[in-house]
C-alpha cells in the first residue's frame, strides 16, 4: 500500500473524470464516468473485455477524445480543444500492453531520446537519469542493447523506464503484463510496485487481481462502459456491493 | 540471310552503347537519390495532419502516377526552352528533372504506405511521451518507414530503368539512343537491339534478386 | 505566356479519337496477354523442367528490358528476318508479351496467396484437386488479383503512349504534332494529362466498385 492521501483540507485532485461519454461511431463506450484520483493514490480499473477501461485510460492522456464531459488532469483541462496536448504529455507517462518499446535504437536512446527533444535536457543529464532509472528497473546491463533481444518482461521494463524519464506527476498503465508470458509478469509488477511505494499517482488497468488487491489504494470495476462499484481493495474483493461485480469476481477469482 | 542479320562490329560499336549503359545508371541514380528525397516530404506531406498539405501533396502525386512518362518528358522537352529561351539546355539534365519529377510521384506513394505500416503503438508511445508531430516523424516514424520501404523502392529502381530508356526519344544519349544511332549506322537492328536489351537486362536483373533478397530477409 | 484553352479546345476531338486508339490497343494488348500471361504461369508450375525455365525465363526477359527497346526490336529489328509489322502491330505484339510476362506474376501471386490451410481443409472433406480449385482458390483468388489486374491495366494504357515512338497515331503522338503545329505547349500537354488521368481515374473507380460489389465479405 503506498503512503495515505492527505486528509482534511485536500488539494484538488490529481485526475478528475466528470460525466465522460465517448462513441465510436454508434457504438457508446464510456456511458458517464466519474473518477477521481488524488495525488499518490494507486487506482486499478478492473472489469471484463469491452467495458471500456482502456478508452477511459486513453482519454487521460488524450490519446482519445471524450464526446461528453469534464477531464482534468495534472492541472491541465482536456475538455477544451485549447489545451497543449504536448504539455499535457510531459506530466503524464503511459506504459502501453504492447510496450511500443522503439525497435530502431538501443535501450539507452529510447530513455533519452524524449527527455533531450521534449524537455531540452542536456545529453549527460539525459544520459545520468537513464542510467539511475535503469538500475531502478534492473536493465542497467543491457543500456546499450536493442530491443528485439529482449524479452517481453524486459521490454516492459524498458517501457516503464522510458516514460519514468520524463519525470511524469501521474503514471498511466494499459493493461501492462497481459502481453507477457507468466514467468516475467512478476519482475513488472514488481516495478510497479516499487513505484507505487515511492509515492506515485498511478493509474492501472489490469486483469492481475493480486497486484490489486495489494498495491492499490482504491479499485474501481467498469462494466458495460460505466463505473458500477468503487472501493477499498479488501472491501471490494472480500464483500462486493453489485451483482455484475459479484458475478465478474466469481469468474475471475 | 540470318547470319548477316546477326553480324555485329563488337569493336567500333561497344564502348558508345557501354557509355550509353553509363549514362543511364547515371540518370537512374539522380533521379533515385533526388525522387526518394522528394518521395520523402510528400509522403510524409499526405499523412500530414493539416488537410490543405494532405490534398495538395495527393494532387500531385496522383496526377503524375496518372500519365504516361513519355508526357512528362515531352513537355519539359517543349516548355523549357520556351521559359528559358537563352539558355542552352542538355538534354541530360531535362531528362533527371524529367526522371525526377516521376520517380518523386511513385516513391511518394511508397513512403506513404510504409508510413502506414508503421505500427499504431509506435505512433502512440512517442505522442504519450510528448514528442511533437516533427519529431515523433522525424525519430519514430520515419526510421522505421524507410526499412519497409526498401523492397517496393527497388522494385521501383526497376521501373525507373525502363523509363529512362524513355529519354532517348528527347535526344538524351542514353543507352537506348545510343542503339539508335548504331542501327542509323549499322543497320543491324536486330542485332544491336538484342544487345541494347541485354545491357538492361544486367542492370536491371541483379536489382531484381536484390529486392527479392531484401523481402525474404525482412519478412 | 498566356494561359489561352480556346485556343486548343477545336483540337479536341482529334485528341479523343488518338485517346481512343490508345484504349483500343490497350484493351487488345491486355485481354490477349493476360489469356497468355494464363499459360506462361502454367508454364512456371509444369512438372516439365525446361518449360519451367523458358517460362522463367520469358518473364524475366520482359520484366527487366525496358518496352521501347522491345519495340524497336520488333518494328525495326523483325524486317531484318522478313517479318513486317506496321506500327499498331508492332506496338500490339509488344505490348501484349510485356502484358503476359506482368499477368503470369500476378496470377502466381493470387493463387499462392490462398492459405494452404484451406487446402489442407478441403482434402481432409474429401474433395479433389480440381474441386479444391474451383471452389475453395478460384474466388479469393480472383478478388486478390483484381486490385493488381485494375493497375496493371492502367500501366498498359500509360505503356501505350510508347508507341507514339515507332509511328502509332495515339494521344501522345497527337500531342506532340499539335504541339508542333500550334506552339501552345502547356495547353495541350495539360489537356493531354488530363486526358490521359481522367481515363486512369476512371478505371481504378469501376474497379473499386467493382471489388465491392462482388466480393462482399
Known amino acids: 500500500m503506498s503512503a495515505p492521501a492527505p486528509a482534511a483540507g485536500k488539494p484538488p485532485a490529481m485526475i478528475l473524470a466528470q460525466g465522460i461519454h465517448k462513441r465510436f461511431g454508434d457504438l457508446e463506450v464510456l456511458k458517464g464516468i466519474d473518477a477521481e484520483v488524488d495525488e499518490r493514490e494507486v487506482v486499478c480499473l478492473i472489469g471484463p473485455s469491452g467495458s471500456g477501461k482502456s478508452t477511459l485510460l486513453r482519454c487521460m492522456n488524450a490519446l482519445e477524445k471524450f464526446d461528453e464531459g469534464r477531464l482534468t488532469i495534472c492541472g491541465h483541462d482536456l ?61 542497467v546491463d543491457k543500456a546499450g542493447v536493442y530491443p528485439t533481444k529482449l524479452s ?65 489504494d482504491r479499485v474501481l470495476f467498469m462494466d458495460g462502459g460505466v463505473v458500477v462499484e468503487q472501493g477499498e481493495p479488501k472491501q471490494l474483493f472480500e464483500s462486493p456491493q453489485h451483482q455484475r461485480t459479484q458475478a465478474f469476481l466469481s469468474k475471475i477469482l | ?60 502525386t496522383n496526377f503524375i ?7 512528362i518528358l515531352l513537355f519539359l522537352y517543349y516548355e523549357i526552352p520556351l ?7 542538355s538534354q541530360t539534365i531535362t531528362a533527371v528533372i524529367g526522371l525526377s519529377v516521376y520517380a518523386g510521384a511513385y516513391m511518394a506513394e511508397i513512403f506513404r504506405g510504409s508510413i502506414q505500416a508503421v505500427p499504431r503503438g509506435q505512433l502512440e508511445a512517442g505522442q504519450a511521451l510528448g514528442l511533437n508531430y516533427v519529431q515523433r516523424m522525424r525519430y519514430v516514424v520515419l526510421p522505421q518507414a524507410l526499412k519497409i520501404a526498401v ?69 | 505566356m498566356t494561359f489561352d484553352f480556346n485556343a486548343v479546345l477545336p483540337y479536341l476531338p482529334v485528341m479523343l479519337r488518338a485517346l481512343l486508339i490508345s484504349i483500343e490497343v490497350t484493351v487488345l494488348a491486355f485481354s490477349i496477354g493476360s489469356v497468355l500471361g494464363i499459360f506462361v504461369y502454367l508454364g ?90 474451383r471452389y475453395i482458390v478460384l474466388k479469393p483468388a480472383i478478388r486478390n488479383v483484381l486490385p493488381a489486374l485494375t493497375n496493371q491495366f492502367i500501366v498498359l494504357f500509360l505503356f501505350s503512349s510508347v508507341g507514339s515512338v515507332i509511328s502509332l497515331d495515339e494521344l501522345t503522338s497527337a500531342l506532340a504534332d499539335l504541339n508542333q503545329s500550334t506552339l501552345r505547349t502547356l495547353e495541350i500537354f495539360t489537356i493531354g494529362g488530363l486526358l490521359y488521368y481522367l481515363f486512369s481515374a476512371v478505371i481504378a473507380a469501376s474497379s473499386r466498385l467493382a471489388e465491392r460489389y462482388l466480393f462482399r465479405w
Do not use: C
Open chain 2, 1 to 60: 540471310m540470318v547470319t548477316e542479320a546477326l553480324s555485329f562490329d563488337f569493336g567500333q560499336y561497344m564502348p558508345p552503347l557501354v557509355r550509353g549503359a553509363g549514362v543511364t545508371v547515371g540518370l537512374v541514380v539522380a533521379a533515385g537519390i533526388a525522387g526518394t528525397i522528394i518521395g520523402m516530404l510528400f509522403g510524409v506531406a499526405r499523412s500530414a495532419p493539416l488537410a490543405p498539405i494532405r490534398w495538395l501533396a495527393s494532387v500531385y
Open chain 2, 83 to 89: 521559359l528559358f529561351p537563352y539558355a542552352t539546355f
Open chain 2, 151 to 219: 523492397p517496393p523502392g527497388i522494385g521501383f529502381l526497376i521501373a525507373l530503368v525502363k523509363a529512362s530508356s524513355l529519354v532517348s526519344v528527347i535526344s538524351a544519349t542514353d543507352l537506348t539512343r545510343a542503339g539508335r544511332i548504331i542501327t542509323s549506322q549499322n543497320h543491324q537492328a536486330l542485332t544491336t537491339f538484342l544487345i541494347v536489351a541485354a545491357l538492361y537486362f544486367v542492370i536491371s536483373y541483379p536489382l531484381s534478386l536484390l529486392g527479392r533478397w531484401f523481402e525474404r530477409r525482412l519478412a
Open chain 3, 44 to 133: 512456371r508450375r509444369s512438372p516439365i523442367a525446361p518449360l519451367r525455365w523458358l517460362a522463367y525465363g520469358f518473364v524475366e526477359i520482359f520484366r527487366n528490358t525496358p518496352l521501347l527497346v522491345q519495340l524497336y526490336l520488333i518494328y525495326f529489328g523483325l524486317p531484318q528476318m522478313g517479318i513486317n509489322l506496321d506500327p499498331f502491330w508492332s506496338t500490339l505484339a509488344g505490348m501484349t508479351l510485356n502484358n503476359a510476362a506482368y499477368t503470369s506474376e500476378i496470377f502466381r501471386a493470387g493463387i499462392e496467396s490462398v492459405p494452404t490451410g484451406l487446402l489442407e481443409a478441403a482434402g481432409a472433406l474429401g474433395m479433389r484437386y480440381a474441386q479444391t480449385f
Open chain 1, 152 to 216: 517481453g518482461g524486459q521490454q516492459q521494463r524498458v517501457a516503464i523506464a522510458r516514460a519514468l524519464a520524463m519525470q511524469p506527476k501521474v503514471m498511466l498503465f494499459d493493461e501492462p503484463t497481459s502481453a507477457l508470458d507468466p514467468e516475467t509478469v512478476g519482475e513488472v509488477l514488481g516495478v510497479m510496485k516499487n513505484l507505487a511505494d515511492e509515492g506515485m499517482t498511478m493509474m492501472v488497468v489490469t486483469h492481475e487481481m493480486g497486484f490489486a488487491r495489494e498495491v492499490a
Open chain 2, 65 to 71: 502516377r496518372g500519365i504516361p512518362i513519355l508526357i
Open chain 1, 79 to 139: 475538455t477544451g480543444s485549447k489545451t497543449s496536448l504536448n504539455a499535457v504529455r510531459r506530466d503524464v507517462g503511459m506504459v502501453f500492453q504492447s510496450f511500443n518499446v522503439f525497435p530502431h535504437m538501443s535501450v539507452m536512446d529510447n530513455l533519452m531520446l524524449a527527455p533531450r527533444k521534449v524537455l531540452q535536457v542536456s545529453k549527460a543529464e539525459a544520459r545520468a537519469r537513464a542510467m539511475a532509472l535503469l538500475e531502478k528497473v534492473g536493465l
